[in-house]
């Protein structure tokens, strides 16, 4: 992977966060991915989310597998531990990263190729023990370093750019984690900066797998016409059903929306996400009334974007466990490894 450094040079007027940074301090290597990729407008907002909350960047690990989209933890936080694991393989790195060190915030990118196909196993698991990680799948319908072949994400009846039409059914990332157990699934457009910012950072801000499943159009093999992951169907067929404002815990919480209209959940640190229903038939805190308003809407070639579900009762990994609250990093190593006396003692537990 080719490395450009950006020179480290900041206009002394760039606006500072609440820890005295600027959205350059967010920053990575030059992008080397195609002029107009989408993947590089969500490095953009992810930035973006992560300097608005002010989250010290070496606090941070992001982690991706292989494919157009694993490149694009080298464009963000250039100061966080980063690691780039083999094809499919992200989920089962990130799950061990949170169980050692759970004081980490976790980011991991992935595509559809990387998440859906030879990593859908991965992903699964990593869904269903609900591992603290804002995971952003970059969903383009193609595997772009292999040259434009369908991904499982690709639609019936799409065509590839040589005007071949894709005939087995996608696998939706939302369904899936919906069907899985998600405690918050979301779906939002490259192209769509002010929506995918809060996404973003309410995923971060919450205690459990953050699930957003980001349609970004690959200008090389997958924008022409006949695709349904382009830029002109996407914002053609784009409805948004929820609309999320992320609110910190120190600001007040106030809305000039009708009181039926909106509702606040707050997350495990004290921040809200308010939720504002545009379609006033959806309840984006009814897993399976969601599941069937997304499957509904597939019919009619509507392609929902927003908080599409979101659970304020989540449980994360390490509750479920049990385990300690100091990161197993930090413990001594007496206390990890207590002897063969106490394992025998554990191993009766299972006889």
């Not at 603290?132 to 434009?148: D, I, P």
């Not at 009708?258 to 997350?267: E, H, I, T, W």
């Amino acid at each position: 992977m080719t490395y450009i450094a950006k020179p480290k040079v900041h206009h002394p007027a760039l606006q500072k966060n609440a820890i005295g940074l600027t959205r350059r301090d967010y920053e990575g290597a030059i992008t080397t991915l195609c002029a107009g990729c989408g993947h590089d407008s969500i490095t953009a907002a992810i930035v973006q989310a992560f300097w608005e909350l002010a989250i010290e960047p070496y606090r941070v690990a992001k982690l991706s597998g292989i494919g157009c989209s694993s490149k694009t933890p080298a464009y963000f936080l250039r100061e966080a531990h980063g690691f780039n694991s083999v094809h499919g393989r992200m989920p089962a790195l990130v799950t061990g990263a949170n169980a050692a060190n759970r004081d980490i915030v976790y980011i991991g990118i992935s595509g559809d190729g990387d998440s859906l196909s030879i990593g859908l196993g991965q992903l699964c698991h990593a869904i269903r023990r609900n591992v603290n990680v804002l995971y952003v799948l970059e969903n383009n319908g193609v595997y772009g370093l292999t040259k434009g072949q369908f991904s499982a994400s690709a639609d019936v009846g799409s065509t590839s750019k040589k005007g071949e039409a894709n005939t087995m059914a996608a696998i939706d990332g939302c369904l899936l984690a919906l069907t899985l157990g998600a405690t918050f699934v979301a779906r939002a457009f490259s192209g769509d900066k002010a929506q995918l910012v809060p996404i973003l950072k309410a995923g971060l801000a919450h205690q459990g797998f953050a699930f957003i499943d980001v349609i970004s159009p690959c200008v090389t093999f997958n924008d022409h016409e006949g695709s349904t992951k382009s830029y002109a169907y996407t914002r053609e067929k784009n409805v948004e059903v929820v609309h999320a404002d992320f609110v910190p815990p120190a600001a007040a919480i106030t809305t000039d929306y009708d009181p039926g209209a909106v509702r606040n959940v707050m997350l495990h640190d004290g921040s809200w996400v308010r939720l504002h229903k545009v379609a006033e038939d959806y309840d984006p805190t009814d897993r399976d009334r969601a599941y069937s308003y997304i499957r509904d809407r597939q019919k009619d070639g509507e392609i929902l974007t927003g908080l599409l579900y979101l659970s304020a009762g989540s449980v994360d990994m390490h509750e479920q466990s049990n385990t300690v609250a100091a990161p197993l990093v930090d413990l001594r190593f007496e206390d990890l490894c207590p002897g063969s006396a106490e394992l025998a003692k554990l191993q009766q537990r299972f006889r």
